[in-house]
């Protein structure tokens, strides 16, 4: 059962879902009648959940203040002792609970450190330790609050051969895989050896996720057949109850150690990258309520490739909220940076110089306070690359950030534009394809597929850069770099009505050639804009 009831008027709901969300995130387990299950009557699972709860939270409002159903379950909270109130709106509870006191929170938007609310989680601590104390069988842990960065636990893997000999194999994939992970400053992860305690444990994702303060929970399999080995994995978000992410891996046992190196490296790069997609469509799905520095840095993240100047400037502005929370965040001050070499490189910014200006002092600032994260590394060689600043200085940085973990995504993405950039357009090609394969449901996917046809590109294969841009351009219809790779490349092959109808398109998106500034190199640059003239000059075939 639920630590924590919440009682509530259906006009309420999305207050009462906000208000559990912030409650789930500190590490307490919550229940409100979303979760009614089909099969049992409505009375029954209500009264179960609010009798067993350790504190009932009624919600107040004028319309709770009416309701049967809201009024009967603060009366079971009330003889039970486990009553907790919030006025949501100022009205004032009604007889008999107006003797009880209640938190006035009508002007709360989600703030996590306010006096009101402070106190009210105050009280819900109480209760539930409370219920600890006199041995509440579901409750002995307690459970810890999610740290700010996205945490996760490896479970122990199940060796499906049943073989007690060759758990060696399945506990030693919990601990390299642990250890692999622990070197993405991004994530926050729980020690191998804790999390091999929850072998043969009949608790559940979300009890063990509460008890190790954490959000993902990686759980895994290991199965042999002579010679070979298959480990599958998959990727819970335990706080919503959901997989996000599932694979498996085959290879050879010749040499166990070898194979628990490639395994662990392979997924968690993986799980990286798909923990960093998750947490941005979790920040930007999240709109409503105060947000703390690290989702609005992941909103701001998501948002700033978005072509619309509106959704631009609102990425800086979350950006700039994260720095004023927490100054001396490098990874908030690097993004800060980023949003407006963004701005800056594809011309939505009001006004160039300044963006350019604000996004270098960015650049500076994140790398004194912190020039070995790997995150802090990547933006400041993009900060570089945005506002066609020192790509050596681009090229160190990204090396670095590579060197320090060269199982990120987003590293290889990065570096791969680096790549285009200064003309090693192979290298950049293999860059850019493997971030895509480690991470293929990236937001950015049409941007890394941009950045693959434009290697093909420079490499002189434009059929198979045409296939990629055109996939690219009708992800992003109005991306201006992936309409001039394609364009040009249809031309060069020999399309000419699919390389007029895509200049055509260029042209409608962007009137000026600053597509151009993609290549350093004079000769790919020069070679892209006699492509794209000749593309506009292309006359239908006969």
């Not at 229940?31 to 049992?40: E, I, K, N, Q, S």
Request: proline share 3%; with cysteine; charged share 25%.
């Amino acid at each position: 059962m639920a630590e924590l009831f919440i009682s509530y008027a259906r006009s309420s709901e999305a207050q009462a879902a906000a208000i559990a969300q912030a409650l789930v995130a500190r590490g307490l387990t919550v229940w409100r009648d979303d979760a009614l299950p089909p099969h049992r009557t409505y009375a029954e699972v209500i009264e179960e959940h609010l009798r067993a709860a350790a504190a009932v939270l009624v919600l107040w409002t004028a319309d709770a203040v009416k309701s049967q159903w809201v009024r009967a379950e603060a009366e079971v909270a009330r003889e039970l002792g486990t009553l907790v109130q919030i006025s949501l709106d100022g009205v004032v509870p009604p007889l008999p609970f107006n003797q009880i006191q209640c938190a006035d929170l009508r002007d709360w938007r989600g703030e996590l450190t306010g006096a009101d609310w402070r106190k009210v989680l105050a009280s819900i601590d109480e209760l539930v330790a409370g219920k600890v104390a006199a041995g509440d069988a579901e409750a002995v842990i307690p459970a810890l609050a999610l740290p700010r960065k996205p945490s996760i636990a490896v479970l122990p893997f199940a060796d499906l051969g049943g073989a007690a000999e060759h758990d060696f194999l399945a506990d030693g994939m919990v601990e390299e895989i642990s250890t692999v992970l622990s070197r993405f400053q991004s994530l926050f992860v729980i020690a191998g050896q804790s999390s091999l305690t929850y072998r043969d444990t009949h608790k559940t994702a979300q009890q063990i996720a509460r008890e190790l303060g954490v959000r993902y929970l990686l759980e895994g399999s290991v199965r042999r057949a002579g010679s070979r080995v298959r480990i599958s994995a998959r990727l819970v978000d335990a706080v919503a109850g959901e997989q996000i992410w599932a694979e498996h891996f085959d290879d050879g046992l010749d040499d166990v150690f070898a194979l628990q190196d490639r395994i662990a490296a392979n997924v968690a790069s993986h799980i990286d990258s798909t923990i960093e997609t998750a947490e941005m469509r979790r920040a930007t799905a999240r709109r409503a309520g105060a947000a703390d520095t690290i989702e609005l840095v992941w909103r701001a993240n998501a948002a700033i490739f978005d072509a619309d100047r509106a959704v631009q400037a609102a990425a800086i502005a979350d950006a700039e909220r994260a720095v004023a929370i927490d100054p001396d965040n490098a990874w908030a001050v690097a993004t800060l940076g980023f949003c407006h070499g963004v701005a800056y490189s594809s011309m939505g910014s009001t006004d160039p110089v300044a963006s350019r200006a604000a996004a270098l002092a960015a650049y500076e600032r994140a790398l004194r306070l912190d020039g070995q994260d790997p995150q802090v590394l990547c933006l400041a060689a993009a900060i570089q690359l945005q506002v066609a600043g020192d790509l050596d200085a681009a090229n160190r940085l990204i090396d670095q950030a590579i060197a320090a973990n060269d199982g990120s995504a987003n590293s290889l993405y990065w570096g791969g534009w680096i790549d285009v950039a200064t003309g090693r357009a192979a290298r950049g090609l293999e860059r850019l394809q493997a971030s895509l394969r480690l991470n293929p449901r990236t937001p950015h996917r049409p941007f890394n597929l941009a950045g693959i046809g434009l290697c093909l590109f420079a490499l002189e294969r434009y059929g198979e850069a045409a296939e990629v841009l055109t996939e690219a351009a009708a992800q992003r219809p109005n991306y201006g770099i992936a309409l001039a790779g394609l364009a040009a490349s249809l031309a060069l092959d020999g399309k000419r009505t699919e390389a007029r109808l895509a200049a055509k398109r260029l042209r409608a998106a962007i009137a000026s050639e600053v597509y151009l500034f993609v290549f350093r190199d004079a000769g790919q640059r020069d070679r892209l804009r006699a492509g794209v003239a000749l593309a506009e000059r292309a006359t239908p075939a006969a």
